[in-house]
């Protein structure tokens, strides 16, 4: 069946460019998150939605980073002017429903690479 | 940063032998979860565990849950070379996942 979709899957940008990354979430699955994952590190959490509403952003490293779901299916991370510091994994999660023991399933990544 | 500690940090071993890797906290987690990552991929759920104690096995792979909910090992035995790959260890609660900084298994045939 499908998982999770990312695209693209690999991004270079120059610094000071603006980038989106696209995020596919299992069908119909309620919770999707966003993390972060630097070279040779676990993976960091960004930002987590229940359906279309961002519950929390507290992992956002910057204002420059923004993410949206607004139809509580397809979900956006938006960086604006990257720096090199923003080169890293950038991973999708998704899960079922929004509960305790819920299981997330992540996307392949989409790798940034700021210049 | 990360907020787990997981070591160690890199094994190689021999096909056909036993590995074992630990996660500890500073703080409780409801849910433990173990998760292999293989190059240009994302994690993916080898084992989770959701009670303190509890002691679960997923084919050659078997993980346990610390009794004070602040640790979780994962043994893998009979070691293949597909076994190759990255393990992380997260600890969760209530959709705040935090994972280790990664175990790197080398397999040698």
């Known amino acids: 069946g499908a998982g999770v979709s990312q695209s693209p899957r690999y991004k270079v940008a120059k610094r000071g460019q603006d980038v989106a990354l696209r995020c596919d979430p299992i069908?119909?699955?309620?919770?999707l998150f966003w993390y972060q994952q630097a070279l040779g590190q676990g993976p960091e959490f960004l930002t987590y939605?229940?359906?279309?509403?961002?519950?929390?952003k507290s992992g956002l490293p910057s204002d420059r980073f923004f993410a949206e779901r607004p139809e509580g299916s397809v979900s956006t991370l938006k960086i604006q002017r990257t720096q090199q510091e923003d080169s890293a994994v950038y991973l999708c999660?998704?899960?079922?429903?929004?509960?305790?023991?819920?299981?997330?399933?992540f996307g392949p990544g989409t790798r940034l690479l700021v210049l | 940063g990360q907020q787990l500690n997981q070591s160690p940090q890199s094994m190689f071993i021999q096909e056909g032998e036993d590995v074992s890797m630990n996660c500890t906290s500073s703080?409780?987690?409801?849910?433990w979860l173990w998760y292999k990552q293989d190059p240009g991929e994302g994690p993916v759920l080898l084992i989770a565990l959701y009670k303190a104690g509890e002691l679960t096995s997923n084919g050659r792979l078997t993980a346990q849950f610390g009794i004070t909910r602040k640790d979780s090992f994962l043994n893998i035995s009979a070691s293949i070379p597909s076994d190759v790959g990255i393990y992380f260890c997260?600890?969760?609660?209530?959709?705040?996942?935090?994972f280790g900084a990664g175990t790197r298994l080398t397999v040698k045939p």
């Open positions: 069908s119909g699955h309620v919770s």
């Open positions: 999660a998704s899960s079922q429903l929004d509960g305790i023991q819920e299981t997330q399933y």
């Open positions: 703080s409780i987690f409801n849910t």
């Open positions: 997260a600890g969760n609660n209530n959709n705040d996942m935090r």
């Open positions: 939605f229940q359906n279309e509403a961002q519950l929390d």
